[in-house]
């Protein structure tokens, strides 16, 4: 299976589909955001079974990109997953900012 996420951020969804077992592309405009993402991945064990791709990238351009790099069809895209869980787990984590500003909205 192969989760797209057109709007990465700091790559949560890639971590999430490396803990559960999925490949998946994220898509990223802002290459500070792909290089967090991309050591977040690397901070995670190593799983040589599945793909996660953090890409630099405008998703107004994605079929583009697509090509480009010949990616292979999507089975499910998601742009926000639920976070909550998530964030109780250490793993998953990034900062205590974060988790604060989560908490106060
Ligand atoms: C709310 S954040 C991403 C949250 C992320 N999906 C997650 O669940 O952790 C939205 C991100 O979209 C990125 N972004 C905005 N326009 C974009 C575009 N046209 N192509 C790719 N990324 C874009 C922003 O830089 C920002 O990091």
């Not at 991309?38 to 583009?64: C, F, I, M, V």
Request: contains cysteine; glycine residues 6%; proline residues 5%.
């Amino acid at each position: 299976m192969w989760v797209l996420d057109p709007f990465l951020g700091t790559g949560s969804t890639l971590l999430a589909a490396k803990a559960s077992g999925r490949n998946a592309v994220g898509v990223e405009i802002n290459q500070r955001y792909v290089r967090i993402a991309k050591q977040r991945l690397s901070e995670t064990p190593r799983n040589h079974a599945t793909k996660q791709l953090a890409l630099k990238g405008d998703s107004s351009r994605l079929a583009d990109l697509f090509r480009e790099r010949e990616l292979p069809k999507m089975d499910y895209c998601i742009t926000s997953p639920p976070y909550w869980n998530q964030l109780k787990r250490a793993s998953m984590r990034q900062t205590l900012g974060t988790l604060m500003i989560t908490r106060s909205s």
